[in-house]
């Protein structure tokens, strides 16, 4: 474990961009493999499936294309997004470092700006790649966006403030890389989880407003 630990602090140090795609990637796919299980455990002891009737099969098209999402949009742009974050906390606003204003203003910003755009593009990407036309990625965003985002929205902010006050910068994009294997696995099961009774209703109580 130490000696993959350097290793992987060698690898940030000499190529960081490369290193948070690389992880991202591989993290996204992790989680995606282990949301496709989850889902089909619940699915199984609800509908009294046997293992005799249906085995658990991964849809590697679904792998992949959840994978290419941390590949191609959370290493690239998550480190371009934290290490510009950083820098404009304390350049910009002249923040003092470890303040309690320096990190409420980095959860703040998180929260409202790439936490919204990430859930965009995922579901986005989910749906594009998938084959679906516009009209029913419209209808996918509508039942599914509100919901994650909600949910997200009351974890994420705890899991920012002990990034942003206790870990230092070069390795804050690790830290929120491991936190995105159990997003992944979030994000992953409710894009399955379709017309689920619990996502109607959010739907209906936001167009009854």
Request: glycine share 6%; with cysteine.
């Amino acid at each position: 474990m130490l000696n993959a630990w350097k290793w992987y602090q060698r690898c940030m140090s000499l190529h960081p961009v490369k290193t948070q795609v690389v992880s991202s990637g591989i993290l996204w796919g992790v989680g995606d493999i282990a949301a496709q299980s989850i889902t089909y455990s619940s699915a199984r002891k609800r509908l009294q499936i046997s293992d005799a009737d249906k085995d658990f099969k991964i849809d590697w098209k679904r792998t992949v294309v959840t994978s290419m999402f941390g590949f191609g949009f959370v290493g690239p742009v998550g480190h371009l997004w934290y290490e510009g974050l950083d820098r404009f906390i304390r350049q910009r606003l002249l923040l003092q470092q470890g303040s309690v204003r320096f990190v409420a203003s980095k959860v703040a910003m998180d929260s409202l700006i790439f936490g919204p755009f990430e859930l965009f593009v995922f579901f986005s990407h989910m749906g594009l790649s998938t084959g679906k036309t516009v009209d029913q990625l419209k209808e996918d965003l509508k039942r599914d966006f509100l919901p994650a985002l909600v949910v997200e929205s009351g974890a994420w902010p705890f899991v920012q403030v002990v990034n942003f006050r206790y870990v230092p910068v070069r390795y804050q994009l690790l830290y929120v890389n491991l936190f995105c294997l159990l997003d992944s696995v979030f994000l992953s099961w409710l894009e399955q989880q379709k017309d689920a009774s619990w996502k109607q209703w959010f739907s209906s109580s936001t167009s009854s407003k």
